[in-house]
């Protein structure tokens, strides 16, 4: 399924409603008067995986505000008030959140999304963006994320790699390379990007690029990922070949994402 077709461009969608996708894992999108107002997925951090995991909130401060200010959705009015973070950093990261939520989804793999209504027993989203993004945008960066991971390919990267430090590393001297630095830290053989992605409050595509650049450089080396085994505990018999594709490549349109929020691929 294509982006348009996954953001269901060319439906005339109004009002608040939520876009479930489905997909592995899929996810929920929230549109308020026809712009995504949040985005939320297994695949990729959340506003509050960004913000605390990444050391600009403490674990605290979010507690606090969480429970004086999510009941009468005023949650990022608290954590502003509050000092825990500035009100142009708090909107950025959410709207990073929401693009990363529907990259994630469409890099995973979309099958299909419908509309719902929003129930009164919905929680609302408990950091919107305010007032949100058009389905158009979103479609459009989508849609040039999905066709850099494609150049990606070449040197092996996907989502399911378990990347790994080629050596030691050396102490950090410029505070530039502290991502990159962090990436290789956690990058012990067991990790997929999205699990990098969660422990160090960043991106998955953000992650995802710095993983490749490291990889050109010779910072990193990655495997594909062990052989399925079967109900037996066993491994495919002679005769199989033993070696997994790292992820189906996509056909054109097979991604989703626009068509789900109503517009024609380009």
Known sequence: MGVDSMLRLGEPIGGSHLLRVMGSPGGIIHVRDGLVV??????????????????RVSEAAWNEAYTAGAPDDRLAAE????????????????LSAVFDAVFAMAL???EESQPEPVGDHEVPPPLPVVPGVSRERLARETARRLAITE???????TPFIRPTAVRPLPALTIAADHLRHEILT??????TPRDIAFALGQGLFVVI???AALVRE?????????PPVDDHGEQPGDGEDRRQPLLPRRRPGTSKI???MGADES
Request: contains cysteine; hydrophobic residues 45%; aromatic residues 4%.
């Open 186 to 191: 956690k990058a012990n053989g067991r990790r």
């Open 151 to 157: 150049e990606w390919r070449e040197l092996g990267i």
């Open 209 to 211: 690029k710095e993983i």
């Open 258 to 260: 626009a068509k789900l």
């Open 38 to 55: 949040a985005a939320t997925t297994p695949a990729s951090p959340g506003p509050e995986s960004l913000l605390i995991r990444s050391g």
């Open 79 to 94: 954590l502003v008030a509050r000092g825990s973070v500035g009100e142009a950093g708090l909107e950025a990261v959410c």
């Open 108 to 110: 995973f793999g979309v």
């Open 218 to 226: 010779g910072l990193l080396t990655i495997a594909p990922p062990a």
